[in-house]
DNA sequence: CCAAAAGTGTTACGCCTACACCCATGG
DNA sequence: CCATGGGTGTAGGCGTAACACTTTTGG
């Protein structure tokens, strides 16, 4: 392509939008952000913002991330674009669809209260604007992919956690249950936790010991967590 | 976002570029043309275009394919969408990456041609421009994993074919040998092949039947063809 | 004591791997 | 008749699923 050729050509707002996960209560949930005016009032929107001059999308996401939770460094993985003519039917928008990770204890709750968003649970969500639903959809499909080659959850559960908390974190991904001895035995088997001395007494009369990720290692692992994905 | 709020953001370049993998004397191909001006001249690039008014990303992507291999129909996935503002020194331009799987015998030849295009195998390939080196591991990436829950072949193979053709195909997507006995068995006991009474006597003193993919049939099959991926 | 979660052990089954082995045929 | 690819059969191993069973402790 050469440089005068481009001029020809039509340009287009390029927009990012965030599929934020949390959880909580062993429930998955999603940041949203209730849209306040037509077209779509009343429904329920991804957080998004436009890429500028001088950043990538990944950095246009990483800065919508900052602005409305507070938060950096955080887990994000692109999943798709979204590019129909007609997708917005304010303006002609290409968005770049990410999903991100966050503890949901530590974001900035005031940022967030200001702003109206919510934490949905997925598997009760509300209505969306425009393609949001599908973008959700290809996100949490995204997730389940991801967390069958690597062990998610040093990205979700507090620093230490209990196996049970781990294994329902699974189940709420894959909206799966799974055996409470197999998992334990599978997810040992990685090599990638670490046993400490700590109990964590407030999910059961006996008291389960807390783990937590070994640092340094790679989360990826050489054989799959969950099989039928 | 308001309407009004569009105005005042930075509007780019969209492009699509495509991974054009075919098949042929048991090697996985790319379709790759020569830059012929600098920067970057004597460089090779994907097969690219601008996305237009009308048309979303996979509407471009399957112009940009028409255009220069005269094909319809094709197999296209989306991979993955590249926005470093530096990616493309001419100007900002953010390109989202497909592969596209093509008979490689029913092509335009003349077409192709006049582009200068050529066809390389994948595992020696030529300096990229850009970023193209890693659309194409990205690519190549994302066809490992869908050949892995997905019977490939139907895209790429001719319609009649043996199952050491096949065995071939997924040796050449994955970089790996499988074993005759326990890939015929496997890919047998997916129910999505239906054998003729045709035999292919080209590549053996013996002959081997010919398969035909079934009609109807979702070639995404429930456990996975490749496990370690 | 009992319910309920934590944690360990056992068994059976399915699938994959790695071969051995027969078949057909052109040179 | 033999080298070569086509095609079938089989034994071993590994991982998982299913579930029994034991431990701990607050109410």
């Known amino acids: 392509m ?25 429930v998955l949930k999603l ?10 009032l009343g429904n329920w929107s991804l957080l998004g913002g436009f890429v500028q001059e001088k950043e990538s999308v990944e950095d246009a ?12 460094d955080i887990y994000l993985q692109q999943v798709s674009t979204f590019s129909r003519p007609d997708r917005d039917p304010g303006a002609r928008v290409i968005s770049v669809v990410s999903y991100a990770l966050v503890h949901i204890d530590k974001y900035d709750k005031e940022l967030v209260r200001d702003h109206g968003a919510h934490w949905w649970p997925v598997d009760k969500m509300p209505q969306f604007i ?13 997730l389940q ?26 189940g709420a991904i894959f909206q ?14 990685l090599g990638v936790l670490e046993k400490t001395s700590i109990k964590n007494t407030t999910e059961s009369r006996k008291g ?20 039928f994905i």
Chains 1, 2 share one sequence.
């Open 208 to 227: 389960a010991f807390c783990y937590k990720f070994k640092e340094e290692t790679e989360m990826r692992v050489s054989d799959r967590i969950v099989k």
């Open 61 to 72: 996401s990483r800065r919508v991330l900052l602005n409305t939770t507070g938060l950096r």
């Open 130 to 142: 425009f393609d949001h639903k599908s973008m959700v959809q290809s996100a949490l499909f995204k």
């Open 145 to 170: 992919q991801d967390a069958s080659v690597k062990l998610v959850g040093k990205e979700l559960l507090p620093d230490l956690f209990t196996l049970n908390q781990l294994r329902s974190l699974y």
């Open 2 to 26: 050469q440089d005068n050729q481009y001029i020809q050509h039509p340009r287009y707002h390029v927009a990012v939008d965030c599929v934020i996960f949390g959880y909580e209560e062993g």
């Open 176 to 189: 799966k249950d799974f055996d409470p001895a197999n998992f334990r035995k599978k997810i040992l088997s």
């Open 31 to 40: 940041l949203l952000y209730p849209r306040g005016f037509e077209p779509s």
